[in-house]
């Protein structure tokens, strides 16, 4: 549980965060990154827009006041071999993953030179961060996809491995704005005995460690499968509704500190 | 918690249950009036379009056998003084309330004479079934109305006096096809120490004494309040997230039974 304590930070971004006012989210990002003095890359990886994308972030990441922000864009596995998007990684003190499809994160990037020296820099103290699809593919098993307002049922989830930033953990974002409650259990039944945590759009968790700390307007809803008690997923068929017992929940807004060893709020 | 075993079942219905097909929620509350001896009243009080409403019910009911099927239309306050309306609810061996605006049911019927019969027929052990705004007004406490698919915050929710047949529970309904999770879990703050029922749409508990068990397609969501072990109410503002630790989660689809006294499935 957690991340190794010299490892860089991970902020992991629910979607829709602010990038023209007081940025609450992306500010701690770049604090982390080294503030006036961070080297930031924005890896466009998920999206099909790469350079509008690519330049919404420049500016949010220059107006706070970042050193300098580069883009590197991967639109196929090939461009993660490119050595110069390789020398923007090894020069960065933040990585920075952006929203949009997180199935093209792991398809373009997992396991190539690029993905190494990204591995190389997070070991090294280096801060990631990922918003929507960028924090969607932190886990090592991702949700790729489902039915949003749904109750829990196999149906209402699809899932695939991720870049594994975050292990033993279960991702899902736009939680409250998607009401994805039941696609989030239905991920924690599939893939048992892992917490799962519901990122509100404009909210982040900042992973240090064994801890995270929340921030920004909304909330994160920590499912801890653990203490379940039972479930049906035995026989159960893929349109059949779910049932499990005994999990437990917290809801933590800003400011709430969480381990994810002993799986209890910091009070 | 739960109600007296003398006392007729409750039909707890989330709204939007098959009305023209295999009706399998509706069938329960038939079968719990009577089956094909019944003799259903339909309260029409919640919805602005009585005529119409109480047409579908009274196909429906008919459709499964039911012997008779009247409407006690209440469309003011003065009309829950009506003898003809408490002539068909003393007849009646099975009590249904519409969907629409849970307030007009309140308002129109709590403390009335009809109120009175209405109570006095399920204390002899008649069964009072309702949908969407007639499952809203079951506790004491009711939804009234606030944000779906949000996060929770006091915002979130508004509440009012229900008509109290279920104490010390929580209600809300369209449950996982809204998303209400962050509105249920702002009423629990609100008034905590009681269960929360989250029931999704075509699916229904039925309550019999300390009990109750699942029909339908959803799932039922019980939030268990009682094992908090903090909340940050004290000082909160309106819009502010809210913090909510060590609650405790049961998702329960058709079959399930659960027990209100001891807050525990039974499995």
New interface residues.
Partial sequence: MGIKPTHGALVIIGGAEDRDGDCVVLREFVRLAGGMKAHIAVMTAATGHPEEVGEVYIRAFKRLGAESVEVVGTERRKDSECEEGIYTIEQATGIFFTGGDQSRIVEFIKGSPLCDAIRKRHQEGVVIGGTSAGAAMMPDEMIVGGA?????SINAVSMAPGMGFLPDIMVDQH????????RL?AALVLHPAVLGLGI?EDTAIIVKGDEFEVVG???I?V?DES?A??N?LEGLLKD???????????????G?RFNLKTHL?V?
Same sequence: chains 1, 2.
């Fill in positions: 949003s307002v749904s109750n829990p939680f409250a704005q998607r009401g994805r409650l039941g259990l509100d307007q909304g909330a809803t499912v203490t008690t039972h049906n059949e509704a779910i049932a499990l017992c005994g999990v437990k929940l917290h809801i933590l807004p800003s709430y709020p009070l």
